[in-house]
C-alpha cells in the first residue's frame, strides 16, 4: 500500500443523534479532490481501524463549483468539496457537516432555508404568464457584465455559514438572498418588481439584521462582492423607506 | 409591508447611536477636556451647562430616553449574534465582536457613572473640580473610568463606521476602508481629550 491520507469525518446517523468522528485512511492519487476521497469511501466503507462502518452520506452534483450541493466545512472553513484539491489542503483532512443547518445525515444538510429566503425576495425575473407579454426591454451590455458576478451565486450557504448574526436565534436571511435582490433589481424587466423585493428585505429577518462582520465577502467561493451589495441594498431600502413614509 | 417595524426600529436605533447620543457624547468629551486648559475653564463649561433651562427635560430627552432605547434594543442584538472570530479570525469580525463587548462595557459604565455621581451630587461641594480629582485618584476608579470612557469612544466611533454602512453612503470596500481609518483616526482625537481629561482631575 502507498501514501495515504487521514481524514476525519464527524458524522451522525441521523437528525436526533449525536455526533461521532470517524477517521479513514484513503490512498493517495494526484489531483485528488474530497468528493474524490469520498466516492472512495462509498466503494469501500472501512474505517482507519479496518473495521466496517456504513458509507459516509454527502451531497454532490456539478463537480465543477457551480451547484453548491457538496458544501461541508472542511478544515475548519466552509467550501466545496469538489473544488477542494487534497494537495492543497492541510492534512489530517477534517470534514463536518454545516452547522447552520440542519443535518440529515453526516455531511448532508437541509439548505431548504436559503431556498426559503429566495422565495421570500422574488429571486427571479417574472416571465410571460398565461399569455406573451412581448419582448422585455434591452439590458445595456455594461450593465450585463456588472451583473454577472452576482449572478455567479449558487446558493451554497458558505456565507450564511460564516455569518455571526445567521443563527437559530435570528431569523436574518442571510447575505445571498440581499445580493439576489440587487441582482434582479438591476435587471430591466426584473427592477418592474424592484419594490417588492426591497419591502421583503425590509421585513424581519432582511437587511436591517446585518451587523457587517463582513465575513460572509471573505468566505463566498464564487468571490462576490456580497457586502458591496449590501450596503447599496442598505441605500435603496432607505430611501424605499422615506418614501413609503412619505406617501402612506 | 408595513406588518411590522422590524426595519424602523433598527434604523431608529442605529441613528439615535448618531443624533442625539453620538452628539451629547462629542459634547461631554469636549467639556470634559476643559480641564486640560485648567480649573477655571472647566467650571465655566460645566456651569453653563448645569444651569441650562428645562435641564431636566434635556436631560431625559436627549440623553435618558434615547440611551435607553439604544441600550434595551442593543442588548438584543447582541444576544441575537453567535459570535465566531475564533473560527473566522478576519479583522473586520473582530470589529464586530468588538462593538458588542464595548456595548456591554460602556452600559454598566454609565450606569454606574450617572449613579454614582448623581447621588454624590458634588456640583455644590467646594470644588467641584477637586471633589473629582479626589475620587479619580482612586487608581480603581481611575482605571474604571478610563476603561468606560475608551469603550464608549470606540463604540461611537465605530458605530459610525457601521452607521455609513447601513445606510448606504459608504458602499464599496475602498470607501469602507477609507472611512475605518477616518473613524479610528477620530477615535485617536477623542481618546487623547478624554484621558487628558482624567490625568487633569489629579493635580
Redesign the interface.
Known sequence: MGETIKLRVKRQDNPEASPRWDDFEIPYRKNLNVIAMLMHIQKNPVLANGQKTAPVVYECNCLEEVCGACTMIINGKPQQACSALVDQLQKPITLEPLTKFPVLRDLHVDRNKMFENLKKVKGWIDIDGTYDLGPGPRMAPKTQEWAYPLSRCMTCGCCAEACPNYNEKSDFMGPAAISQVRLFNAHPTGSMQKDDRLDAIMDKGGISDCGNAQNCVQVCPKEIPLTTSIADMGKDTVKRWISRALRA | ????N???I??VHSLLGIIPIGFFFLEHTITNSMAILGEDMWMAFVSFLHNLPFKIFLEVGLIFLPIAFHALYGLW?V??????TL??S?F??W???L?RITAIITLVFIIWHVWTLKTANLYYSQSYFQAMGEMLSNPLVFAAYLIGFLAAAFHFTNGIW?FL?????????KA?KVSFALCMGFFALLSAAGIGSLISFLQ
Open positions: 409591508m408595513g406588518t411590522n422590524h426595519f424602523a433598527r434604523k442584538i444576544y441575537g449574534a453567535k459570535n465566531n473560527r473566522y478576519y473586520k469580525n470589529m464586530f465582536y462593538q457601521s454602512v447601513a445606510w448606504g453612503v459608504t458602499v464599496g470596500p469602507q
